[in-house]
T-cell receptor
């Protein structure tokens, strides 16, 4: 079963515009993470937000978390062609004892046109 | 510092053949895991390990076997390959019991004919 679901599935914007991607999930989480995947490559961690945090920034990235709505958003400001990639949210939930598992959504494909 | 290294990058198998996907990390991470990525399905957890000698099943473990004899290595074995196992496989590791970020390998693309 999919814990995180990204929206939209695909997003196409012009260079310099902002890109917003959303993630919804179903159960209580320890934290929520965003990853980027360039075509044909592995996933790269972007940012982590804990369940007791509401907003976090890292460079041109801004992540918000609303645990009451079980949703998160990733904002990329002043986008560049190099930001073209798939973006995944992943939720960390307890899987037994002190172990946590990360469950990934299906991703948003972002295309930034020069 | 190589991070997470996966081999091979590409492999073609015939139905019924067996093979092992190799994964090694040099970050002394306790936690290692295998995911498969299929179009429209996102990443799904196959097996994971929280330390040497300890493995557990993920979401889609059937048809796969793992072992963890050292901290560095976490091979994934396909016992009898099926076309449904055509996928891109990713190995990932992180510090344990840290709930932080996963470090991914570059992936192994497997085709089963």
């Amino acid at each position: 079963s999919q814990q995180g679901e990204e929206d939209p599935q695909a997003l196409s914007i012009q260079e310099g515009e902002n890109a917003t991607m959303n993630c919804s999930y179903k159960t209580s989480i320890n934290n929520l993470q965003w990853y980027r995947q360039n075509s044909g490559r592995g996933l790269v961690h972007l940012i982590l937000i804990r369940s007791n945090e509401r907003e976090k920034h890292s460079g041109r990235l801004r992540v918000t978390l609303d645990t009451s709505k079980k949703s998160s958003s990733l904002l990329i400001t002043a986008s560049r062609a190099a930001d073209t990639a798939s973006y995944f949210c992943a939720t960390a939930t307890r899987s037994g004892g002190s172990n946590y598992k990360l469950t990934f959504g299906k991703g948003t494909l972002l295309t930034v046109n020069p | 510092n190589a991070g997470v290294t996966q081999t091979p990058k590409f492999q073609v198998l015939k139905t019924g053949q067996s093979m092992t996907l190799q994964c090694a990390q040099d970050m002394n991470h306790e936690y290692m895991s295998w995911y498969r990525q299929d179009p429209g399905m996102g990443l799904r957890l196959i097996h994971y390990s929280v330390g040497a000698g300890i493995t557990d099943q993920g979401e889609v473990p059937n048809g796969y076997n793992v072992s963890r004899s050292t901290t560095e290595d976490f091979p994934l074995r396909l016992l009898s390959a099926a076309p449904s196992q055509t996928s891109v496989y990713f190995c990932a590791s992180r510090e344990q019991p840290n709930t932080g970020e996963l470090f991914f390998g570059e992936g192994s693309r497997l085709t089963v004919l």
